[in-house]
């Protein structure tokens, strides 16, 4: 139980484009979702926080116009990166919380761009 | 804010043989998580513990939280090839209301077969 799936996992494209990771609970429903980022050797770091319904709050230094997310359903977040540059380029995680405290992550997507 | 230090930075140990983990938190630990990542993909949990003393254990992975709950080990026993990974620590942060996790740095596990 407790599966996520992310979609797509990896993403190649050029500068300027829109692109959008899905984050899906498949077999319960995600009261709360998070989107993290990982830099290469680093770890998790975590841009946004959303729960179904309301608008995402995001951490401090992460641009709520350049990341857009919408958690419109109990089983579907989205995290659209507007306008990709370069450094955006980045491995996204998302992970999921049901009824319980613990977070189910999906397998990331990798986005680069050119 | 809460930060967590995980130690060793890398382990490099041979097939069969033991190894631990260390997460240490600058703040009480309200639930301690250990995840383990493999290069380029997701997170698979692996143990949450919440109270001090507390020792849980699956096949031959066992993660101990201290009395003082701010440290956490993770111990490995005779270890294969397959328990090669990235492992994460992350920590909740009761901030604001919100119960985010903060994570480690992590600790790259290699296995020699």
């Known amino acids: 139980g407790a599966v996520v799936s992310q979609h797509p996992s990896r993403v190649i494209c050029k500068s300027g484009t829109s692109v959008k990771i899905e984050c899906r609970s498949l077999?319960?429903?995600?009261?709360?979702m998070f989107w993290y980022r990982q830099f290469p050797k680093q770890s998790l770091m975590l841009m946004a926080t959303s729960n179904e319904g309301s608008k995402a709050t995001y951490e401090q230094g992460v641009e709520k116009d350049k990341f857009l997310i919408n958690h419109a359903s109990l089983t579907l977040s989205t995290l659209t990166v507007t306008s990709a540059h370069p450094e955006d380029s980045s491995f996204y995680i998302c992970?999921?919380?049901?009824?319980?405290?613990?977070?189910?992550f999906g397998d990331g997507t990798r986005l680069s761009i050119l | 804010s809460q930060e967590l230090e995980q130690s060793p930075q890398s382990l490099i140990v041979q097939e069969g043989k033991n190894l631990t983990i260390n997460c240490t938190s600058s703040k009480t630990l309200y639930g301690l998580y250990w995840y383990k990542q493999k290069y380029g993909e997701g997170l698979i949990f692996l143990m949450m513990l919440q109270k001090g003393g507390e020792e849980k254990s699956h096949e031959k992975i066992t993660a101990k939280l201290d009395e003082k709950k701010q440290q956490s080990s993770l111990h490995i026993t005779a270890s294969q090839p397959s328990h090669a990974g990235i492992y994460l620590c992350?920590?909740?942060?009761?901030?604001?209301?919100?119960?985010?996790?903060?994570f480690g740095k992590g600790t790259k596990l290699t296995v020699n077969p």
């Open positions: 992350g920590a909740e942060e009761r901030q604001g209301g919100s119960e985010k996790l903060v």
């Open positions: 077999d319960f429903q995600a009261t709360t």
């Open positions: 992970s999921a919380r049901g009824d319980s405290v613990t977070q189910h």
